[in-house]
């Protein structure tokens, strides 16, 4: 399974990104998909902050730091993962990473269930 994010970038406070994963390598539909985020200072992998999660019945969970602000989707083919990004603050500036794992439920996973992820990419918030 490969993982590529696209989609980063800077923006001001109170702006909007849209990240996308481009999901390859893998046949049918039963997988649980991530975004997770690692913030400045917080650099080792246990330090992995979950943001939202999809599970293969589309059921969708957010971190509360973003809840509200931000929104996880796929696509019908579920070849793509987004993340749609609102009213970003500072706080937000870090290295975001998709990740997924061959399993159906997202339930309580913890980072290192995941057992594919994508190289990360930088968002940065300018207050």
């Known amino acids: 399974v490969q993982l590529v994010e696209s989609g980063g970038g800077s923006v001001q406070a109170g702006g909007s990104l849209r990240l996308s994963c481009a999901v390859s390598?893998?046949?049918?539909?039963?997988?649980?998909m991530g975004w997770f985020r690692q913030l400045p200072g917080k650099e080792r992998a246990n330090e992995r902050e979950g943001v939202a999660t999809i599970d293969a019945d589309s059921s969708t969970t957010y971190s509360l730091s973003v809840k509200g602000r931000f929104t996880i989707s796929q696509d019908n083919a579920k070849t793509t993962l987004y993340l749609q990004m609102n009213s970003l603050k500072p706080e937000d500036t870090g290295m975001y990473y998709c990740?997924?794992?061959?399993?159906?439920?997202?339930?309580?996973?913890?980072?290192?269930?995941?057992?594919?992820w994508g190289q990360g990419i930088r968002i940065t918030v300018n207050s």
């Open positions: 990740a997924a794992v061959g399993l159906r439920s997202c339930s309580g996973r913890r980072w290192y269930e995941y057992n594919h």
């Open positions: 390598g893998y046949t049918g539909s039963s997988f649980c």
